[in-house]
């Protein structure tokens, strides 16, 4: 076989074992709807990163609350980026039903209305496969927004 062939061999080898980016089923997480609070503060242990497939994945934060110390998973549209940093940051929960929500979501988003509509379009969620110990978990599970409280 000549060098050309050689390449094209390994190319289309190489193209065939390619793994799909490493997820969690929706279904795997303890979902609880109203576990968390409306705008209740919380503080990152875990982010699972960011992916611009939006309709597609979404992303997952293990968060502690700074109300009564209670750990929550909190799955959110893969798009919306934390910083790896952030986990000095304070953030606020919100629901798809809030006006805080509302207020900073795009007018033509497609199923980012409720969190009925993003379970009926989403069923992965993108994971950091060195951290499954902590990804994997049976927190209890909200659907919603993590939005960084800016310092004064």
Not at 33 to 55: I, Q, T, W
Not at 69 to 92: E, H, M, Q, R, Y
């Amino acid at each position: 076989m000549n060098l050309v062939g050689t390449a094209l061999l390994f190319v289309l080898l190489g193209i065939g074992c390619q793994e799909e980016r490493p997820f969690l089923g929706v279904d795997q997480f303890n979902l609880q709807p109203g576990a968390l609070e409306e705008g209740e503060h919380v503080k990152f242990l875990y982010y699972s990163g960011p992916s611009r497939d939006a309709d597609t994945y979404l992303a997952q934060v293990i968060a502690v609350s700074e109300v009564d110390g209670d750990t929550f998973n909190i799955l959110f549209p893969s798009n919306v980026s934390v910083a790896d940093d952030d986990n000095k940051a304070t953030f606020v929960f919100y629901s798809f039903k809030s006006p805080a929500y509302m207020e900073h979501s795009l007018k033509d988003d497609k199923f980012w209305t409720s969190e009925e509509s993003v379970l009926q379009n989403i069923h992965k969620v993108t994971r950091d496969t060195r951290y499954d110990d902590m990804a994997i978990n049976h927190y209890p599970t909200c659907i919603g927004i993590p939005m960084k409280v800016m310092s004064e």
